[in-house]
């Protein structure tokens, strides 16, 4: 238990942040689920679209330190070269 009153007011902005990153994440994690959808489905129409929303996402996901920069790099890296392979076929 926090002693002093910074370390208790430290705790408090802490429970916040949380219950707001994990809004945040619950929606990236949403978005990227929508284009892997999307692209199990072949249909690369709905699947660019779900990508224009999930790439911002993604990297604002990382500017918040929710997820690593190189993490939502390679999530949006994998998920164009899916997409790219879909219209291959």
């Known amino acids: 238990m926090a002693n002093t009153t910074s ?3 430290a705790t408090r902005k802490i ?6 990153n994990k ?6 994690r949403g978005a990227v689920r929508s284009v892997e959808d999307a692209i199990k ?9 779900a990508m224009a929303n999930a790439e911002p ?18 999530k ?5 070269h899916q997409i790219a392979k879909l219209a291959a076929k």
């Open 23 to 28: 809004s945040r994440r619950t929606q990236m």
């Open 7 to 9: 370390a208790k007011k």
């Open 76 to 80: 949006v890296s994998r998920l164009v």
């Open 41 to 49: 489905k072949g249909d690369r129409e709905a699947a660019l679209k």
């Open 57 to 74: 996402q993604l990297m604002r996901a990382a500017q918040r330190n929710i997820i690593h920069k190189n993490n939502a790099s390679r």
């Open 15 to 20: 429970a916040r942040r949380t219950i707001i």
